[in-house]
Structure formats: structure tokens, C-alpha cells
């Protein structure tokens, strides 16, 4: 600093004498001052520079190597299961590696589809079908040929659509559930289960992907050309606990298995099979649901509330121990209660008619069973709804048109339900309900009676359990909810349910299977 006032001083001293300005003025002053600046800061620059270019050349090559070494390992497990890969390039090797993971949950009444693509950390998510729905309706229409043989019309929300109106016209067209069909072992299971995967998958990954594929061709496939295929790693739920159906959760699952065969290029290819509340669990474990500091080795319930049956199992280390249905009564129930409140005897009189439209008019009864569904899925937000069809029949002696405009509450529709218990109750086998409680008369009842069965037959004591998790698209009503809590409350006490009792939020309620199916898909 005194360096430089110094220079300074001279500088003006200069000025004064030579009355030139500073142009004049020796330039060895100014020479020497700078020059020694630069001397001293472009070494720090250079050192600077040198550094952070070998940093960042550094973290590069440390990375690159890590991808490297990822890749390699993933390409090690898809040769030692399904051979190896030669006379390919590494893009084309990196194609041999499967896509991603599918979860197939394929329901009584409708399909589900998850996606969890290839990679550490990536997510499962449940695919939009082409409509924009979470779900496909599992309906297929089959329609009989001059030959006598038949063959698929329609398949989904077209030929669900159908269901009611097709009931009362042309025997030719029928519209069948393709579950149903392999339960009681049709020889049309195979063809009906085939044509709604190969929909319903194709349709979610053109959704996932971006590109167009044909519905001619395979929808899975392992091998390095895979030219308009998808090649995925499928995992396919299957129910448990159809003893009741008259065949065991192992055949089912044997049938099941051989109707996807066809689904894949290589027919020798054996699909991924896992009980649905397997795949349940492993979507728990994975959005961390379980209460935080539970025990892993304690065994836990699922409750599963399907269109048409409920379904009890206890899980224990991945293993389901038992298992109990009762079918008849689920969310389809709801449906066809309130179907038959509209359809009720005061109605039957305003069209002056001794039987209601449900068994006269196949219109109207599609119509009535589509409004039921809107009602119902009003109720699941509200405590109140009204449903209004306007023109929904012809009165036959006035020929005047019929309207319906009904309001409902959610407790009319509950006790409605209740009502219907008792008979459907037939349907049941004797163990699967507690032989230390009463024959249930109401859903409340039905419940708490199914859980302690399953507790009698394990000797499992409800007060050890890990959780109560609750799924399907059922458990989405308040009406299953409110009576699945209250049964509960009976056996172990409001603490007991508060601790345990999981219902999963929103969509995942039903879809926490599919999600789990999608994520073991990278673990099998």
C-alpha cells in the first residue's frame, strides 16, 4: 500500500514538471507495479484450474465405472437365467435385459396392471388401461357361430356392458367371467383368461412405452430380439382359500399357469405365480405401512373384500398359513341390494306391474345396476345420494313413460346388506366360520366369526399379531370398513384395533396387490 501512494506521488510530481500528462511520464513506474500483479495470480488460476478439472474428471470415472459394474451384475443374472447372450453388441445385450416388472392381478370382476421398470430404486405404478381406467372390467362376451362353435365379441367395459341386456335377448351371446370359468374348469377358461391379459397388458404398456403393438402377437417374451414384443419379467396373483369353490389355492394355480402359456413366445416358458397375499405383504413392507417397530415374525391378517367373496388369510414370513373365503358376499353385494331397493314393490305398482323391472326389462336393469354403482360410489364420500333415471320404462296399461328418482342414505343401504347375510350364509362351508359364536345374521357378525375361525383352526392369538390389513376393492365402502372395525372391537377392544388395523388410502386399498406383485417381480 505505501508502495503504491508512493508511485503515485511521483506520478503527479511528473505531471507538475512536464505539464504533458501522464504520457510522458516514465513507463517504468507503471511497468514494474502491474507486472509483478500478474506475476503472482495466474500461478493460483492454473493450480485452480488443475484442481477442479481432476475433480470432476474423478467423480466421472467413478461413476462410469459403478454403471459399468451395475450393468455387468445384471447382465450376469439374466445369463445364468436364461443363458447367455452372444453375437450381440452391448446395446444389443442391454435390450436382452428385461424391460421391466409386471404385476398381473387378474380379479373377479375386474384386471389390474402395474409397471415397475428396470433399475435400483424405481417405483411400481399401477398403468391406466386406453380408457384412462385404473382398472378393466374382466367381462368377456361370447358370441356362438353357425358352427356351434364360439367366439369372443367383446372383451372389458364393452361386454360389461352388456351383462344385464344380453341377459334377456339372444342365447347365442353370453358374457362370462373368465375366473369363473376356470374355477369350474370351461373349456372356454383358457381362450377368455388369454384375451383379457393379452387386452389389458398390451393396452398398459403402450400406455407405459409410448409405441404401438399388435394384439396378434405375445405380450411377454425372454429373448434378445423381441421385435413388437414387450420383454418383461410377469408376476401373476392368484386367490387363495377357494376350498370353498371346490378347488384347492395349488390347482387353481396349476390351471391358471397352464391358460398363460399361450400368452408367451416361447411356450415352454412357465409363468411367475404368487398368492395374492403374498404380494399384499411385500407392497406393505414397501410403502412402510406396518406400525414402525413391529415385529417381522409375528403373523399377520389380510382381509380381503373382493366383487365376490371375502377373502381371510394369515401371512407368516412370506408363507400364507391358512386361508378362508366366503363367497357371495362383497362389493357386488352393495350393488345388488340397492339394484332391488329401487326395484321395490311401491315402484312395481307406480307401472302397475306385479314383478319389478329387474326380471322383465333388460334395459332397464343394465340402467338400474349402472346407477346402483354411481350411488354406491357417491356413498363411499357422503352419507346421502339419489338416483334419477329418467324414461326407464313403459307403463304396459297406460303407456305412459316411468321415471325413477330414489334417495338413499348409507345406513338404509347397510341394513339392506345385513339383511341379505343370512342367505348367502348357504353358500358358506360350516369351517370357515367359529364354531363358538352364533350363526351371523348381519356383516358385522359374518366377520368377527370369520376371524376367530381362523384363529380357532391355527391357535393363533389375535393379541400377537403383527397387523390387520385390509384390501380389495370392497374395503373401499364405509359400510365394510365401519363393520370390519366393529367386529374387531368385539374380539380384542378399541386399543386393539387402533394399533393394528391398516386400511390403505385411496386407491391403493385395491391396488396395493398388484403394486406388490409389480415390486416382487425384481425379487423373484
Known sequence: MLRCVHINQRAAHQYKKYKNGFKDIP??????FHATAKR???????????????RYSYKALVRMEEEREEYMEELAEYEEKYGPVTGCSDSNASKSIPLGYLGVDLGSANIRIAFAPRGSGSEPRVIEDREGGRSTPVSVLFEEEESGAHGISAIGRLAKGKVHERYFRSTSEHVLNPRKLLQRKDNRAEEAIQAVIRSASISAMEKATGK????????FVFSKEHEGLFNLNAVFTYPVGLASDNMGDDEFADVYRKALKGLYEDSDEAATMIPEPIATIAAAEHFKLFPKGSDRTNPSLIIDVGADAITMSLVSKDEVISSSRVPGIGADILTEALAKHMDEPRFQKSISSSVGLLE?????????YDGAEIAIAELSRNTRTSITLPFLSIDPKSSQPCHLN???SRGVLSSIVDSMIPARLGLAQKEVLSSSISQP??????ISSMAMGLFEQNGTNPFQLRAILMVGG???????????????????????????????????????TVLGAAFCGGKL
Open 27 to 32: 513507463t517504468i513506474a507503471r511497468a514494474h
Open 212 to 219: 404401438k403393438y399388435s394384439m396378434d402377437k405375445s405380450p
Open 360 to 368: 322383465t326389462d333388460g334395459m332397464a336393469r343394465q340402467r338400474m
Open 474 to 512: 370392497g374395503s373401499r365402502s364405509p359400510i365394510f370398513q365401519t363393520a370390519c372395525r366393529e367386529a374387531l372391537v368385539t374380539l380384542g377392544g378399541e386399543q386393539f384395533v387402533s394399533e393394528r388395523l391398516i386400511v390403505p388410502q385411496d386407491e391403493k386399498v385395491e391396488e396395493l
Open 40 to 54: 503472482e495470480i495466474l500461478p493460483l488460476i492454473g493450480v485452480a484450474t488443475v484442481a477442479i478439472v481432476a
Open 441 to 446: 345374521n348381519d356383516l358385522n357378525a359374518l
Open 406 to 408: 330414489e334417495s338413499f
